[in-house]
Structure formats: structure tokens, C-alpha cells
């Protein structure tokens, strides 16, 4: 039986992509970034799930102000990587698991959550930077991603409460899926820590917060749920309240779950990175 | 809906993609938008004015655009996703726009950041 065992949590900034890219990794800026990164590379290597669902927010690669779907699913055989204005970024492309993908539409959309479907998706920093993070610059990615890009742009976002449920949508989802292959599924939320890029307060950093968060992720996130909009945009920055995405991926693990790797470190750009990893329980284990 | 009173109005400095901010900026947005193109990228580097003049920017935005007012940009409708494409184009990093936007210099932005980033609620 397929089964969703692993949770990652990430940071998406896209300097720590380019730093990735141009080989900045041992500088003295980003080394304390990246050195806490290394127990999480060999975890994943060491683990090499099958297949990713990665959420993610679309920055205007994608979507654009004429589309705007509040939860998007990636169904195509692959995904190219999107120009964002740099060029597209020099990695290898991002291969989909269509079979797997399509029964999570289904699933998903007779479950209650009413999912956008989509073919041409190129796929930006947001999703590309944590699979950098976790892997490194490999020949081509170890590992079949599907994409979920969530609106986390446009006022409002889906709620914490949400995203949480549409992970438990999907770990149901992923359990039905018919195949002999017992494919060992990792769902990815991706975004936050606290972040502002804009206005007069950018560069809002919000250590105590994010701290509470990483920890609440482990223990109780259903109270992280609770977190409305506002206090999100408040605590977290207006970019922040990237961090419902986190959400989706907890929500898609057993209520149990082992910590097995965290780092946090200001700053990355603009922005507090963190990244936390689970070990959750399989389906058949009582808890 | 228009101008209604929001509940996160009093966050200091932050500009929410609403609904109001959508529809002030929906233009200027796609055109940033379009910087995605390489195609365009080489057009809007051609000519700025002739470029901005397919889109049907105020006469604020189109300022905005060309004095690389990036506050102005948000206050007029922008979102720092779509204006930022403005910023690739220009080679500018995000600390040197958030240092604009704030009122300080890309050095001073990045030793902020350092130093734990803005977190004095202003
Ligand atoms: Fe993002």
C-alpha cells in the first residue's frame, strides 16, 4: 500500500537557490545556512522516498493575475523549470507521477476539496528551492514530484484550518491508491518562516514566533490552526502567512510524529529560514 | 467591499493584496508580469515608454515604473511579486528594494537582516 511517511518543511528563498547554483554554499554568509542543512541532505538520502507532493506557491510564473486557483494540482509527466526574469534556472526538469496524481485529484475533489487541475505548470523557486535543499545539484532529481501550488498571494489564502484538512485529504488519498509498488510518499510545505519583502517594514523577522511554530508543528498543530489571517500577517509578515502551507504537510502525517531534523537561521535575503523534517507513522500502526 | 474597513489596516508599513489592491494594480501587475518573457525583457530594455504604453497604466504608475519608485509601485497597486520582475531586469537584489522601501541603503538593509532583521514593530 502506498503510504505518506515523511514530512519536510522548508523555506523556499530564492537567493538560497542562486547560492546553491553559483556555488556560494561555503561562503561565510550562507555556510551556517547550509551547514544545518547536511543532516537533513544525508536523512534524505539515506530515506529516498518515491515520490514528493510538493506545496508551493506560484510567484507569477504559472498563474498570473487572470488565474488565480486557491489549490492547483500538477497531473503532467513533467514539469519545466520557469523563468522567473533570471532565465530558467540550470537544474534538471522536474518529472511528475501522472498515475498518482490523477487518483489525488479524484480522491480529493469526491472528498470535498475542490482541486484545480493542471497540465502546463512550469514550476518556480518555490517549489525548486527545498528540492535543491534537500538534494543538492544532482543530474536529475532522485524522486517524482507532484506539484500542489496554493494561493498564498492574493488575499485571502485557504485558511491554516484548510490546509491542515486537505492534508488529512491527502494522506487518505495517497492510502487508496491502487498499486503494487507500496510507494513511500513525502509531502512537502513549503514558504515562511517570518518574512516581509515589502513596504516600509520589510525585512520583519519574527524569531519568538517562528520558534512556537517549529515547535507547535511537532505538537500540536491543530492549534496552528487556530492562527487566524491577521495574526499571521501580523506576527509572521505579509509574507509570512506562506507557513499555512506547512500546514498541508503536517496535516498529511500521522497525528505522531518523530522529529527527526530541524534548523532555523537569519538571515537568508529578506527572510527567517527554517526546515523541519518528520518521520510519521505508516497507516496500519496504532497510535 | 471597496474601501471597507480592514482588520489588518494597522499593521504599519504592509500593503495586503486585497481585493481593493487587485483592482488598482491588476495592470501595472501584468505588465511586470510580462518581464517574464525574454522576448519582452528585450523589448521593455529597447524602449521603457513604448513598452509601458500597451498596458493601460495611470499616469502615477507609469512615473512609478520609470523612477523605480518601488514604495510607489505597492501604494498604487503593485505586489512585490509582480514588481519585482522590474528589479530582476534591473539586476537589483531583494535587500536593495527592501532597503528602498524602507528608507535605507542595500548595506544597511543586509546588516539589519544580520543582525536579526526588523522586529521593533515599525
Ligand atoms: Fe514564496
Known amino acids: 500500500m502506498a503510504d505518506v511517511l515523511y514530512g519536510v518543511a522548508s523555506s523556499h528563498v530564492p537567493a538560497i537557490g542562486a547560492a546553491i547554483d553559483h556555488g556560494k554554499e561555503e561562503q561565510p554568509y550562507w555556510r551556517p545556512l547550509f551547514e544545518g542543512y547536511e543532516g537533513a541532505r544525508k536523512w534524505m538520502a539515506d530515506t529516498r522516498p518515491d515520490v514528493i507532493i510538493l506545496a508551493y506557491n506560484d510567484h507569477a510564473s504559472a498563474f498570473d493575475l487572470d488565474l488565480i486557483p486557491t489549490f492547483a494540482i500538477g497531473v503532467a509527466d513533467k514539469f ?3 523563468d522567473e526574469g533570471y532565465g530558467p534556472r540550470q537544474i534538471p526538469e522536474v518529472i511528475g507521477h501522472p498515475e498518482l496524481a490523477w487518483h489525488l485529484a479524484e480522491s480529493l475533489i469526491l472528498d470535498g476539496f475542490d482541486m484545480t487541475i493542471c497540465n502546463r ?54 492510502q487508496s491508491f491502487e498499486d503494487n509498488q507500496d510507494l513511500r510518499v513525502a509531502v512537502f510545505g513549503t514558504g515562511g518562516m517570518s518574512h516581509q519583502l515589502q513596504g516600509e517594514r520589510a525585512g520583519w523577522v519574527n ?13 500540536d498543530p491543530e492549534g496552528l490552526t487556530e492562527i487566524s489571517h491577521v495574526d499571521l500577517l501580523r506576527e509572521a509578515g505579509s509574507e509570512g502567512i ?46 | 467591499m471597496s474601501s471597507a474597513t480592514r482588520e489588518y489596516d494597522d499593521i504599519p508599513g504592509t500593503y495586503v493584496f486585497d481585493a481593493d489592491h487587485h483592482r488598482k494594480g491588476y495592470h501595472l501587475n501584468m505588465m511586470c508580469m510580462s518581464l517574464n518573457d525574454p522576448k519582452n525583457r528585450e523589448k521593455f530594455a529597447a524602449g521603457e515608454e513604448a513598452y509601458l504604453d500597451q498596458w493601460p497604466l495611470t499616469p502615477e504608475q507609469r512615473k512609478a515604473v520609470l523612477e523605480r519608485d518601488w514604495l510607489g509601485m505597492l501604494q498604487l497597486g503593485g505586489n512585490i511579486y509582480y514588481t519585482f520582475k522590474i528589479a530582476i531586469f534591473d539586476g537589483l537584489s531583494m535587500q536593495a528594494v527592501g532597503g528602498a522601501m524602507s528608507g535605507v541603503t542595500e548595506a544597511e538593509f543586509q546588516q539589519m537582516m544580520i543582525n536579526g532583521g526588523r522586529n521593533d514593530n515599525g
Open chain 1, 242 to 287: 506562506e507557513l499555512v502551507m506547512w500546514l498541508i504537510m503536517r496535516g498529511a502525517l500521522s497525528r505522531k510524529v518523530r522529529e527527526v531534523h530541524r534548523h532555523y537561521h537569519v538571515p537568508a535575503s529578506n527572510t527567517a529560514a527554517g526546515l523541519i523534517v518528520f518521520e510519521g507513522s505508516e497507516a496500519n500502526v496504532l497510535l
Open chain 1, 207 to 219: 524569531t519568538p514566533f517562528d520558534t512556537a511554530f517549529l515547535n507547535r508543528l511537532t505538537d
Open chain 1, 80 to 82: 519545466p523549470i520557469a
Open chain 1, 121 to 174: 505548470m512550469p514550476v518556480d523557486h518555490g517549489l525548486t528551492v527545498p528540492l535543491s535543499i534537500m538534494y543538492g545539484s544532482p543530474e536529475a532529481w532522485p524522486v517524482k514530484v507532484i506539484p500542489l501550488a496554493v494561493n498564498v498571494i492574493q488575499y485571502p489564502p485557504p485558511t491554516g484550518k484548510r490546509c491542515y484538512a486537505l492534508g488529512q485529504a491527502i494522506r487518505r488519498a495517497v
